[in-house]
């Protein structure tokens, strides 16, 4: 069983407020975290309301809540009850103590929305990710962890076999089931076309003209695939950083499959070996490194990129709203020293902190601007920020 370091932020978090939301895709290990926590509180109450049974007990809420309100009550898969938050919202006002409500939520528009809303101030919201590099057991290597993503039962499978068969039958349960299931009206098919189309277009700005012709749908309708794949965790938009400098800048943002796992089921790699000789394979690291370093973040810090039409150019950029604090070039190859491009960004936007990150183990400064780090040390760098 995996030791989630988000584990030790939720106690805390649960020490202050009143209620606490862990929101991330399905089978990410939500309600194995939550029920790791509950060994701490002995007289929690578990209510998972995919259960028609435990959402009976909900048929009048305020009254069957109130009576638990000494304990800690966590409701699984949240957003199957929208109406619950004002009921949670009355219940906490009228007993204000940290601590009673662990939330759990597999879509983030119903839960992010209801909650910003009816719990302001009463509420800490809290993303699991698939497992990443700062909290990979000792005997699962990295390039296991980018091979096979990080959800739980692929990342753990007894070999790579199990994994690609759990992955492509999660890969497209959601897409095509779970996904509408939620209320989103979406053609499942077409749904699945996108997203394995934006699995070969990983990295690159988003183009949704493009997109359209190629689906035969509307960009309108295209626009609105991505939105509900990002809300479903399974699409990371990584919007261009701003500054005003006289030139012509990127404005439209970038996208990239978030889990490793689920790209390279869509791009169907056979085999690690295969990826290794795969056309995709720049990107694939590329993804990966930028999705370990988004879920690795100092507080404060905000991912983005940063592109001018005719040179310069970052492949991550950590910026603390107004200033650009910290820059990550990816490389996977025997050659890390990066183009000029990238050292003219460094000098437009006075960034002090620059780092190519490799897929090996030597670390090395290239020279008074950037420093070679290898994908394992790249925790412990953001860390130093």
């Known amino acids: 069983m995996l030791d989630r370091a988000a584990r030790r932020t939720i106690q805390h978090h649960l020490a202050v407020f009143p209620a606490v939301a862990l929101i991330g895709p399905r089978q990410v290990g939500k309600t194995t975290l939550a029920k790791m926590l509950l060994a701490a509180h002995e007289d929690a109450l578990y209510l998972d309301l995919e259960l028609p049974s435990h959402r009976d007990r909900l048929a009048h809420p305020e009254t069957y809540l109130a009576q638990h309100s000494d304990r800690l009550v966590v409701l699984d898969e949240v957003q199957n009850v929208p109406d619950l938050f004002p009921v949670l919202r009355s219940l906490i006002d009228m007993e204000r103590r940290p601590g009673r409500f662990l939330l759990l939520g597999s879509a983030s528009p119903h839960l992010l929305q209801r909650s910003s809303e009816t719990l302001a101030g009463r509420l800490a919201i809290m993303e699991l990710p698939p497992v990443g590099l700062s909290e990979l057991p000792p005997e699962v290597p990295w390039r296991t962890n980018w091979w096979r993503g990080g959800f739980p ?40 076309r996108c997203i394995s189309m934006l699995a070969y277009r990983q990295g690159q700005i988003w183009n949704a003209e493009q997109l359209a012709t190629s689906l035969g749908v509307s960009g309108k309708t295209v626009a609105s695939y991505r939105d509900h794949l990002i809300d479903a965790f399974l699409v990371r938009e990584l919007r261009p950083f701003h500054a005003n400098l006289g030139k ?138």
């Open 153 to 192: 039962p692929s990342l753990l499978a007894p070999d790579d076999q199990s994994s690609r068969t759990w992955l492509s039958s999660f890969t497209r349960t959601y897409i095509e089931r779970e996904i509408p299931a939620q209320g989103v009206r979406v053609s499942p098919q077409v749904l699945s």
């Open 248 to 385: 012509r800048l990127v404005k439209k943002p970038k996208g990239y499959i978030r889990d490793s796992g689920i790209l390279h089921t869509l791009l169907r790699v056979p085999s690690f070996d295969a990826l290794q000789g795969h056309p995709m394979l720049g990107q694939s690291f590329e993804g990966y490194v930028i999705e370990q370093a988004c879920n690795s973040l100092p507080s404060g810090l905000q991912p983005a990129f940063w592109g001018v039409h005719g040179g310069g150019e970052l492949d991550l950029l950590l910026h603390d709203g107004a200033n650009a604090v910290a820059a990550i070039e990816v490389k996977y190859g025997d050659r890390v020293r990066p183009k000029r491009g990238f050292y003219n960004a460094i000098a437009d936007l006075n960034i002090a902190k620059a780092w190519v990150v490799h897929p090996g183990r030597d670390r090395w400064v290239i020279d008074d601007h950037a420093e070679a780090i290898g994908v394992e040390d790249l925790p412990q760098a953001l860390a130093s920020l």
